[in-house]
């Protein structure tokens, strides 16, 4: 039976919003981009945003992004969740991922959240993780490894799906779309890794 609150956690780049996104259509949850919640303008941190994670968070049916544990969304989520797909991929996956989405927002000038564009590509070479996206991405790389056993602890009614490849992440929601009638689209990208 489909879960009605979902978290999808990984690192980033691993594909969190992408895969939120298409389980929400399976399982017809809205899906709160969370990273929307969090950044205002000039990519300023919303005073609102752990207001805004409570209220959605109140409600019964929804799927959103893992992430801000650090920021106080674990106590919020974390009691309300019931289903936390963990999307684990090898290094090579989420890099290769991460520097095309990088590259094409930056060179496309894409509006993400509240106004704010990717940093530009100058800023994939500063040395500071909080400026360049790719830092941040290898600084914490195995944090949810780390902060996994913890959440399941703490959090013992949330069941945890955890996928170490995207083909395992596409067959079972590929799985969960047949069984709930559903059509989805394919993913916009596949990875190539092996």
Do not use: C
Not at 1 to 16: D, I
Not at 55 to 71: D, L, M, P, V
Request: aromatic share 10%; net charge positive.
């Amino acid at each position: 039976m489909p879960s009605e609150r979902v978290l999808v956690a990984g690192v980033t780049g691993s594909g969190k919003t992408t895969f939120a996104r298409r389980l929400g259509e399976v399982w017809g949850l809205r899906h709160v981009e969370i990273d929307a919640l969090f950044h205002g303008a000039d990519w300023t941190p919303r005073p609102e945003f752990l207001d805004d994670v409570s209220a959605f968070a109140g409600e019964e049916r929804w799927i959103t992004e893992w992430q801000y544990t650090g920021r106080g969304t674990a106590p919020i989520l974390g009691p309300r969740g019931q289903l936390a797909v963990w999307l684990d991929y090898p290094y090579r996956v989420v890099r290769r991922r991460l520097v095309t989405r990088t590259v094409s927002r930056s060179l496309l000038r894409t509006e993400l959240w509240n106004g704010n564009r990717e940093r530009g590509l100058a800023k994939m070479f500063h040395p500071d993780p909080y400026e360049n996206i790719l830092q941040w991405q290898k600084h914490t790389l195995h944090s949810w490894a780390e902060r996994m056993p913890q959440m399941q602890r703490e959090y013992p009614q949330l069941e945890v799906l955890r996928f170490g490849h995207p083909r395992e992440a596409e067959a079972w929601l590929r799985a969960q779309a047949e069984a709930s009638g559903v059509s989805i689209a394919p993913p916009k990208r596949r990875s190539r890794a092996r």
